[in-house]
Each structure stands twice: as C-alpha cells, then as structure tokens.
C-alpha cells in the first residue's frame, strides 16, 4: 500500500522532506502504469519543482512496435498516473507537451504549483492506480451497464481521444475474426516471437511478463521458461488466435481508442486517454485486457476501424476488452532508483 504523504504538513506548508515524499508517492504512482510487454519505456528527471517525462527508447520493441507508437503511449499513461497522485497531493501542476523542439524524447515536462491545486475529479482515481492490472482470462458475460460504458467513453474523450464501444454480437464477432487474423501473422514471423520471448520472465526480475500473465491460453500452465522457449521456436499463431477469438467475442464489451492524427502527439494523448479509461473502470469493478493486434500489424489497422464503428479517417490505436472477472496478479516494476534521475 502507498501511505500518502501529505495530511500532516497542511498547516505549515510543505517541508524538503515532505516534498521528497511526496515527488517519491507520485513517482512511485507514476511506474505502475501498464506498458506494452511491461517493457516500463520512461525516465523522469527531477528538477527543483518540476518532472521531466522522457522516453527510455532503449526499451523500445522494434518488431511489434516499430515507430514507438506503443512505447509513447505507455509514457502517456505513466503521465496519467502523475497527474492523478499529484491531485490527491493537493499539488497544482502545468505541462508542456514535447517541450523541446530538438530532442524528441522529452515527452513532457511537469511544473509543479503548489499554491494552485488542481481539482479533485482526478484525485478520486488514486486509490485504483494500485488496483489496476491486465486481466487476461475470459470475463463473465454480464453486460457492462451502459451508464458504466457512457463515464468510460467520457474519460477518454476528456483526454481528447476518440473512443467506440461495441457490445453488438455481429461487429464483436468480425472483430474477433480481425484479431485472430493478426495473432497468425505476428506468430508466423519468428521476430515477433523472439520479441515476445524475450520479456516473458519468471517472477522475481522487475520488467517483463512473468508466465502468468503472459496471456497465451493453455500455455499459461506451463512453467515461464518454457513458455518463452516454445513461443520463441514454435509458430503457435493458430492456438493463440483461436484462444484470442473466443476472448473476444466471449467479452461484452471491446472498446476501441482512435486519434485523428497519427503522431507522437496523439499517442501521447493515447495513453493518457487509456489510463483514464483503465481507471474509471477499475472504480467501477471492471476488469480489461488487450487485443491491439490488428493495429500492430499495417495491413489490418484500417479494416479496423469500420468494424468498431469509428468515424471515417480516425487511427485505431488500442483495442481493449471490457467486463467482469477476477483481476489477475500484479507484475514487478523497476525500483524508481532505476528510473528516476
Ligand atoms: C500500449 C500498450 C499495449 C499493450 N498491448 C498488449 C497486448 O497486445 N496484449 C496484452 O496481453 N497486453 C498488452 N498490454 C498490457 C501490458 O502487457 C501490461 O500493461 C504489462 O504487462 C504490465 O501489467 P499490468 O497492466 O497488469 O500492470 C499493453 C499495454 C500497453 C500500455
């Protein structure tokens, strides 16, 4: 559980060592933000009263991501993650996007203003930032209530997303037809399956997928080397996308993230965008995992659009799956020691 810090130092202003505590509960926040394979792609640096948000490219995975769309997007949602604990600190903040014209791994730079808090509508979500975890297994087929799905759409759009639902049995299962169709070509590509291999990992390192949540229908039985040696020598593409199929169309709800443009810009936003979303459904009792094959690979990406029902010329970037289940175990992240400079 992380305590927060602050409470005691209401009255005489925030002290050097309550201000350490506190850049370290919204840091420590920050880095339980989900990150494609777990691969935690950020830095941040630590100035007088401000966060500098960096990309950490050499964590990049060249093969299922290869322009760092996903890389960015996880920094986005590491970036939710701050704003939300620096909410419930009481700590105002302003941020500047891509805040030098010269080094593209500056994401965002994070000025803190301690006398102008900012407001509690983001505060409330704290407490789900350690809730939150990818749930891979089916979920149980009770619908999402449609108010719940109208405060998901609204949290992404409040990040300036475009977002669709979709509960309908016919688009679901096109779909899920689409992923499965991703899931062969990705495995028929030996790259793709050394990538993956390699951050499945037993438990005790801090990145990566232990085998547990490495999603793979049956194979999650096996034990982690294993699983990493088989899908690194076999094409198992056929199990997995008939497992992913049935996932898909077994869960009442896929939602789909969209930005009008493609850049890092609106990856960026993506991530915020799906944290917000994340998290609001965590509140909610819902669990969610992933399916973002079909925008991974090129030739899938626009077919996917029409199906979810996103307005024409949008760029699916996320594709999650939405409902109720069991949450699965939390992964390891990086100590802040690591990360943080
Ligand atoms: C941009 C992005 C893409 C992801 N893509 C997938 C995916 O395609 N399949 C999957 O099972 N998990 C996917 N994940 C989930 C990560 O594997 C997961 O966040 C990570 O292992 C950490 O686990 P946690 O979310 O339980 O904290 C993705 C996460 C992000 C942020």
Redesign the pocket.
Known sequence: MLESPIGSSAEGGPSAQTHEFAMHFALRHAT?????????PWRFVLGEDSVMLCADRLRALPV??PYD???I??CG?ALFNLRVALASLGIGYAITLFPSSVDPDLLAEVRLHRNRPTGGELAALVSTIQE?????HAFSPEPVDVTIERHLMEAARAEGVEVACVSATEPRNAIADLVAEADRQQFADPRFRRELAKWIHPRHTDD??PAY???LGSLLDFATPLVASAIRTFDLGGGVAATHRELAVGSPLLLCLATGVDDAQAWLA??QA??RV?LVATLHGLCA?????PI?MGGLRARLGPLAGLPNAYFPQ?LLRIGHGTP?A??P?RPLAEVVS
Request: net charge negative.
């Open positions: 339980l933000a989900p990150s494609s394979h777990n691969s935690q299922v991501d769309r996903e890389l997007i996880s949602a939150r975890v990818t749930t891979r990566g997928m949540a490495a999603g993506t991530g799906l944290e994340l995992s992933y399916l973002n094959q991974e996320l699965d939390a992964t992240r």
